[in-house]
C-alpha cells in the first residue's frame, strides 16, 4: 500500500511537471507578455496571475517566474502582489479536478491512456512546430497525472474500526486538532514541492473516510503556506535584490495571514464552505467541499487584502530593506537553475543586457563631460570608471555563463539563434566599456602631463562625442524591438557621419602638427577621436546585429 501510494504521489507529481513545463515551452514568451502587459492595475495583476496558473497548472511556477521578473525590473512590487494573489486563486482549479475524478464513474486510466498516446504522437512529429510538439508533452504529463491519482485512490484501503476511533478521538482535541494539521499540511507540503500533491493525498484520504472535513480543511490551509518555500528559494538566490526578497515574502505573509484568519472563524467558515455545496457531507462530496473550501479561501483572502496592495508593498518595503549598493547598481540576478523552459531562461538576461547598455551609456556620458570640463580629481574619476568596467566584465561573464547554459538544452534554430546574438551583443557592449575607460585615462595622461588642446580642436570633440552618444542611444532604445531595414539604414548614415567627422578630425590634427603644433597633444588627441570612434563601432555591430535576428 505504501509504496503504490508513494508511486501514485510520484506519478502524479511527475505529471504536473511534465503539464507546466509542456505549457511554458509551448507559450515561452507569451508567458511573460501576459504578465507584463496585463498587470495595469491590481484587479488585472490578479487575474493575471489566475489566468497564467491556470494555464502552467502550478502556483510555484507562477510565483518562481514573478520573483525573477520583479528583481529583473520588469514587473513593480505592487504588480508582484497581484499576481501572487491570483496565482493562489488560480492553483485551486486542481483541487476542483481531483475533486471531479474522485467523483467520476469512469475509469481514470481508460481516460488517461488515449490521452498520453495523443500526446506522445504529437511530440514526435517532425513536420509540426516545436510549440506543438510542446503541447504533446503537456498532454502526455495529463494523462500522469490521471494516472497517478487513480494510484493513489486505490492504494488506500477502507480504514479499520479501530483506526477510526483513533482518528475520531484525534479529531475532537478541537483547535489542537486543526493547528496540528495545518502544520503537518504546511511540512508535507514544503517536503513535496507541490500543494497540489498535498490535495491529492487530501481528498482521496477524506474520500476513503479516514480524514474527517476538519482535519482535510486545516491539511489544505497548511498546503497554502508549504507552497510559499519555492518562490522563498527563488528570492535568496544568489544576487536576489531587496524587491525580489519582498515579493517572496508578499507570498508568505499574504498565505500566513489568511490561515490564521480563517483558523480563528474556523467554525463559521467550514459552515459557509457546506453551505455552498449542495447535498450532504460524505465520502462521495467531501472532495467538492474541500476544492470548494480551498477556492473560498483563496478567493476572500484577496478580497480581504487587494485594498491594501500599496499599504502592504509599503509594510514590506519597510521591513525589508534596500541594500546601500543597490541604489546606485543592481547586482545581477541569473539563477545558477535554469528553468524549464529556454524562453522563459533568456528573460532572465533580457534586462540585464538592457541595464549592461544603459551602464555603458552613463560611462560616455560622463566621458563627454569630463572632456568638456576636466574633472578636479582624476584619481576618483578613474576609481569610477574602473568600479564601472569592472562591473561590466562581471556582467559580460555572468551572462556568458548563463547563455551557454542554455544551449545545452534541447532548444530550436530560433532560440539558439537569439542565444547568439546575445552573446554578440554583449562583447560588443563590453568593448564599449573598455572604450570609456581607455578614454578616461588618456584623460588623465592629459591632465598629468600637462598636454593642452587647441581650443577649436577641442571645441570639435563635442559634436563629435554628442554624435556617438545620440547613435548609441539609438540602439540601447531598440534591442529591445529589434532593427527595420530602414532604421539600419538610418544606423549606417549616423555611422558614416561619425566616421567623416572623424577622418576631418585627424586631417586638422595632422595639420596643426605640420604647422608645429605640440607633438604630445596631438598625437593623445588623435589617440581620443579613435577611441570615441570606437563606441560608434560597437554600436553599429549591435544594430546589424538587431536587424539580422530581431530583438535581444
Same mark, same amino acid.
Given at each position: 500500500m505504501i509504496l503504490q501510494?508513494?508511486?501514485?504521489?510520484?506519478?502524479?507529481?511527475?505529471?504536473?511537471?511534465?503539464?507546466?513545463?509542456?505549457?511554458?515551452?509551448?507559450?515561452g514568451e507569451r508567458l511573460q507578455k501576459t504578465l507584463n502587459f496585463m498587470t495595469k492595475n491590481s484587479i488585472m495583476a490578479v487575474l493575471t496571475g489566475t489566468l497564467v496558473t491556470i494555464a502552467v497548472q502550478s502556483s510555484s511556477a507562477t510565483t518562481v517566474m514573478l520573483i525573477t521578473f520583479v528583481n529583473a525590473g520588469l514587473l513593480s512590487l505592487t504588480q508582484g502582489i497581484g499576481v501572487i494573489m491570483g496565482a493562489n486563486i488560480g492553483t485551486t482549479l486542481t483541487g476542483w479536478i481531483i475533486a471531479a475524478v474522485g467523483i467520476a464513474k469512469f475509469s481514470i486510466a481508460a481516460l488517461a491512456v488515449p490521452i498520453f498516446g495523443i500526446g506522445f504522437f504529437m511530440s514526435i512529429t517532425k513536420k509540426k512546430s516545436e510549440a506543438f510538439k510542446s503541447y504533446g508533452?503537456?498532454?502526455?504529463?495529463?494523462?500522469?497525472?490521471?494516472?497517478?491519482?487513480?494510484?493513489?485512490?486505490?492504494?488506500?484501503?477502507?480504514p479499520s474500526a479501530d483506526v477510526l476511533l483513533f482518528l475520531q478521538n484525534f479529531s475532537d482535541?478541537?483547535?489542537?486538532?486543526?493547528?496540528l494539521s495545518v502544520l503537518a499540511g504546511t511540512v508535507f507540503t514544503i517536503l513535496v514541492h507541490a500543494s497540489s500533491a498535498t490535495m491529492a493525498v487530501v481528498i482521496s484520504l477524506a474520500a476513503q473516510g479516514i480524514l474527517d472535513f476538519n482535519i482535510a480543511a486545516a491539511l489544505t490551509l497548511g498546503a497554502n503556506i508549504g507552497t510559499t518555500v519555492d518562490a522563498f528559494l527563488a528570492s535568496i538566490s544568489a544576487g536576489a535584490n531587496a524587491n525580489a526578497k519582498r515579493a517572496a515574502w508578499a507570498h508568505i505573509l499574504f498565505n500566513v495571514f489568511g490561515t490564521v484568519w480563517v483558523v480563528i472563524i474556523f467554525k463559521p467558515f467550514i459552515g459557509l464552505v457546506q453551505w455552498l455545496?449542495?447535498?450532504? +457531507?460524505g465520502p462521495d462530496t467531501v472532495g467538492i467541499h474541500i476544492a470548494m473550501l480551498h477556492t473560498l479561501f483563496n478567493s476572500l483572502n484577496t478580497l480581504v487584502m487587494?485594498?491594501?496592495?500599496?499599504?502592504?508593498?509599503?509594510?514590506?518595503?519597510?521591513?525589508?530593506?534596500?541594500?546601500?549598493?543597490?541604489a546606485e547598481r543592481r547586482?545581477?540576478? +541569473?539563477?545558477?537553475?535554469?528553468?524549464?523552459?529556454?524562453?522563459?531562461?533568456?528573460?532572465?538576461?533580457?534586462?540585464?543586457?538592457?541595464?549592461?547598455?544603459? +551602464?555603458?551609456?552613463?560611462?560616455f556620458q560622463r566621458i563627454r563631460s569630463d572632456i568638456r570640463k576636466e574633472p578636479d580629481d582624476f584619481e576618483s574619476e578613474i576609481e569610477w570608471f574602473t568600479a564601472k568596467e569592472n562591473y561590466a566584465d562581471m556582467m559580460h561573464e555572468e551572462l556568458s555563463r548563463f547563455? +551557454?547554459?542554455?544551449?545545452?538544452?534541447?532548444?530550436?534554430?530560433?532560440t539558439r539563434n537569439r542565444v547568439g546574438l546575445k552573446l554578440r551583443i554583449i562583447s560588443e557592449l563590453e568593448s564599449m566599456t573598455d572604450e570609456c575607460l581607455s578614454i578616461a585615462?588618456?584623460?588623465?595622461?592629459?591632465?598629468?602631463?600637462?598636454?593642452?588642446?587647441?581650443?577649436?580642436?577641442?571645441?570639435a570633440l563635442v559634436p563629435f562625442s554628442e554624435m556617438v552618444d545620440q547613435f548609441l542611444r539609438f540602439v540601447s532604445e531598440k534591442l529591445g524591438t529589434g532593427m527595420t531595414e530602414i532604421e539600419l539604414g538610418i544606423a549606417s548614415e549616423m555611422e558614416d557621419k561619425i566616421d567623416a567627422f572623424k577622418k576631418h578630425l585627424k586631417k586638422m590634427a595632422r595639420k596643426r602638427l605640420k604647422a608645429g603644433a605640440d607633438v604630445k597633444a596631438e598625437l593623445l588627441y588623435i589617440d581620443l577621436i579613435r577611441h570615441v570612434e570606437k563606441v560608434g563601432d560597437c554600436s553599429y555591430a549591435i544594430a546589424a546585429e538587431l536587424r539580422n535576428f530581431g530583438r535581444v
Open positions: 501510494l508513494i508511486g501514485g504521489l510520484a506519478m502524479f507529481m511527475y505529471g504536473m511537471e511534465l503539464t507546466s513545463e509542456g505549457i511554458q515551452r509551448a507559450a508533452n503537456a498532454l502526455m504529463g495529463l494523462a500522469f497525472i490521471f494516472l497517478g491519482l487513480g494510484f493513489i485512490s486505490t492504494a488506500i484501503p477502507k482535541k478541537g483547535y489542537l486538532a486543526i493547528l455545496v449542495p447535498g450532504e +457531507l487587494l485594498p491594501f496592495v500599496r499599504q502592504f508593498a509599503s509594510l514590506l518595503e519597510r521591513l525589508i530593506k534596500e541594500k546601500p549598493e543597490e547586482a545581477i540576478y +541569473l539563477p545558477q537553475q535554469l528553468m524549464a523552459t529556454p524562453e522563459l531562461s533568456l528573460l532572465h538576461a533580457r534586462k540585464e543586457i538592457a541595464d549592461m547598455a544603459g +551602464l555603458a551609456g552613463t560611462m547563455l +551557454l547554459q542554455i544551449t545545452t538544452q534541447e532548444i530550436s534554430d530560433t585615462y588618456l584623460l588623465k595622461k592629459k591632465h598629468a602631463k600637462q598636454l593642452e588642446f587647441e581650443e577649436s580642436s577641442l571645441a
